[in-house]
Each structure stands twice: as structure tokens, then as C-alpha cells.
């Protein structure tokens, strides 16, 4: 029957020898995983022995066409009906992101980091998986290829309910910072918009008020371009500072008065040319209020 098929696949994408046999196997296995219906079995097929054998196909098959295919059937299985069940088994989410940053074959890399990241896309705070998430995005951070990881953390920081556990779980901020000041395009777009997204919880400002923090936002505020990046740092400004205990510190910080002074005269010229503001001029009370805390 369709179960004893499944067994005898698993069983051989785990102890067969020969090269083209397992990739037969995992082949079949990700052609299964096309089909949505087949996803929830196969995921939860005898405890999950099926995301064990793609786990350790990945992890540890010499060929990296098949290692690849693994990833591939990984990306597949991954849903919102199963991102909770995967993220729940045990070490597939930290051995993505090992793979996705140690793997000697950059496609390899991209496809467990596509794994990663449509895994986690499901993944919110109410899940016992969530911690662990976050885990192995911080890590698949520090890749050198190119990942979704700062398009998950701001989609997760948008959302409520993730805010104080993203914002207090060990890696998360640092590395949204790093992003932020080191990428260009996009993942600084993304990182920064996920800081603004962390700071508009009131339970963050406090913890957020940090040198790390204040140097990307400064970053951010002192670009040249008109950039979602720049517009997110002053908003993030703005928002830390409603915490009054947050502007002694914030005024004192290197830069950043200089940076919210810019950003004034930009809204001034952009007030005086008539040029509505989506969120409102932010930067001229935030200056007033920083200077008043000197």
C-alpha cells in the first residue's frame, strides 16, 4: 500500500548506497511534495521520519545534486499547514542554517536557505518553535549568498504578537543592525523597516535605546537617496523617543542630533514645495524634543 511505498522510500534515501538510487528516491520524494494534499502526510508520516531522512540527506550526502533535491523537497513540504509541525522537528531548522552558511555548494545554499526562510514564513511567537526559528535565521544571516532572511524578520516584526520575543531573543536586533549598515537595497529595507516595526511596542523602546540600535538608525537617517531605509530610521527615532527615560541618551549619542537636523531641513524644503507626507513631518518635533533633554 501507499505506506509501505513511503517506508521503503525513506529507507532507502537512508541506507542505500548506490549514488543513483538516492536520487531516484529523494526525486520521488519531491515530486510528492508538489502536490499540497501530500504535504501534511508527508510531514507527519510516522513521526516525522520522512523530514528525518531529508534532514540527514542534506546534512550529510556526499553528492550535492542530491543534497540539493533534499532542499528542494524541503521548500516544497513547506506551508502554512506544516511550517509549525517542521518547525517542531527536532534539528531540521538548526541543520538549514548550517547548510545554508557551511555548505561548499552555493546552490545548496540558496536552496536550504529557501527552506529555511518558507518554513519560518509560517512560524509566529504563539508557536513552542518560534525561539528556535529565530535561532537559525540569525544564522542563515551571515551567508554569503543571496536569502530572504531580512524579508522573514520584518513580515514576523510586523505582526504584534512577535514583537517582544523577537526583540528580546539574542541575535535578533544585533543582526537586524548588521543588515541594516552593511546591505544595500532590499534586505537594508528590510531590516530597517523591521526595526521601526520592534520599536513601535512599547515594551521595547527601553532595550532598544542601545548603542548598536542608535548607530544603524543613524546610518539609516544619513543616507543621501530617499530610500524606505532612511524614512523607517527617522520613524524608529520618533517612536524610541515617546520613552522619555530613551532622550538623554538618544541626544547624547553620537551623530544622531546631526542626523535628525538633516532630516529637518529635508522636510522643510519638502514642506515649503508642498509635498505631502504619508506619516507626517516627524523630525522637527523629535529635534526639539532631544534638544530640550540635553
Known amino acids: 500500500n501507499d505506506d509501505q511505498l513511503l517506508g521503503i522510500l525513506v529507507k532507502m534515501a537512508l541506507v542505500e548506497k548506490s549514488l543513483l538510487a538516492r536520487?531516484?528516491?529523494?526525486?520521488?520524494?519531491?515530486?510528492?511534495?508538489?502536490?499540497?494534499q501530500n504535504r501534511i502526510r508527508l510531514v507527519t508520516y510516522k513521526d516525522g521520519v520522512v523530514l528525518e531522512a531529508l534532514k540527514r540527506t542534506l546534512s550529510v550526502d556526499p553528492d550535492e545534486k542530491i543534497r540539493r533535491r533534499a532542499?528542494?523537497?524541503?521548500?516544497?513540504?513547506?506551508?502554512?499547514?506544516?511550517?509549525?509541525?517542521?518547525?517542531?522537528?527536532?534539528?531540521?531548522?538548526?541543520?538549514?542554517?548550517?547548510?545554508?552558511?557551511?555548505?561548499?555548494?552555493?546552490?545548496?545554499?540558496?536552496?536550504?536557505?529557501?527552506?529555511?526562510?518558507?518554513?519560518?514564513s509560517g512560524i509566529n511567537a504563539k508557536m513552542p518553535c518560534f525561539d528556535t526559528?529565530?535561532?537559525?535565521?540569525?544564522?542563515?544571516?551571515?551567508?554569503?549568498?543571496?536569502?530572504?532572511?531580512?524579508?522573514?524578520?520584518?513580515?514576523?516584526?510586523?505582526?504584534?504578537?512577535?514583537?517582544?520575543a523577537m526583540a528580546r531573543h539574542t541575535g535578533v536586533l544585533d543582526t537586524l543592525s548588521d543588515i541594516s549598515v552593511s546591505a544595500v537595497g532590499a534586505d537594508r529595507d528590510n531590516a530597517m523597516r523591521a526595526l521601526m516595526h520592534l520599536v513601535n511596542d512599547d515594551q521595547n523602546r527601553t532595550a532598544m535605546c542601545n548603542k548598536v540600535?542608535?548607530?544603524?538608525?543613524?546610518?539609516?537617517?544619513?543616507?543621501?537617496?530617499?530610500?524606505?531605509?532612511?524614512?523607517?530610521?527617522?520613524?524608529?527615532?520618533e517612536r524610541l523617543a515617546t520613552e522619555a527615560t530613551n532622550r538623554p541618551t538618544m541626544a547624547r549619542h553620537e551623530g544622531l542630533l546631526q542626523a535628525v537636523a538633516k532630516?529637518?531641513?529635508?522636510?522643510?524644503?519638502?514642506?515649503?514645495?508642498?509635498?505631502?507626507?504619508?506619516?507626517?513631518?516627524?523630525?522637527?518635533?523629535?529635534?526639539?524634543?532631544?534638544?530640550?533633554?540635553?
Do not use: F
Not at 137 to 161: D, Y
Open 263 to 294: 532630516a529637518v531641513e529635508r522636510e522643510v524644503k519638502l514642506e515649503d514645495a508642498k509635498v505631502e507626507s504619508e506619516h507626517g513631518y516627524l523630525a522637527k518635533p523629535l529635534l526639539m524634543t532631544l534638544l530640550l533633554a540635553m
Open 133 to 164: 526559528m529565530l535561532d537559525a535565521l540569525v544564522v542563515a544571516s551571515l551567508s554569503k549568498t543571496s536569502n530572504s532572511v531580512s524579508t522573514v524578520l520584518r513580515i514576523k516584526a510586523r505582526e504584534p504578537e512577535n514583537r517582544q
Open 23 to 36: 536520487d531516484a528516491v529523494i526525486s520521488a520524494l519531491q515530486t510528492l511534495a508538489y502536490s499540497k
Open 213 to 237: 540600535i542608535l548607530d544603524a538608525l543613524v546610518t539609516g537617517s544619513n543616507l543621501e537617496d530617499p530610500t524606505d531605509s532612511r524614512d523607517s530610521a527617522i520613524r524608529a527615532l
Open 71 to 120: 532542499a528542494g523537497t524541503l521548500t516544497n513540504l513547506a506551508c502554512d499547514e506544516t511550517a509549525e509541525a517542521m518547525g517542531n522537528h527536532r534539528g531540521l531548522l538548526e541543520a538549514l542554517a548550517v547548510v545554508s552558511t557551511k555548505d561548499y555548494n552555493v546552490d545548496v545554499q540558496t536552496r536550504a536557505s529557501l527552506a529555511l526562510t518558507k518554513i519560518g
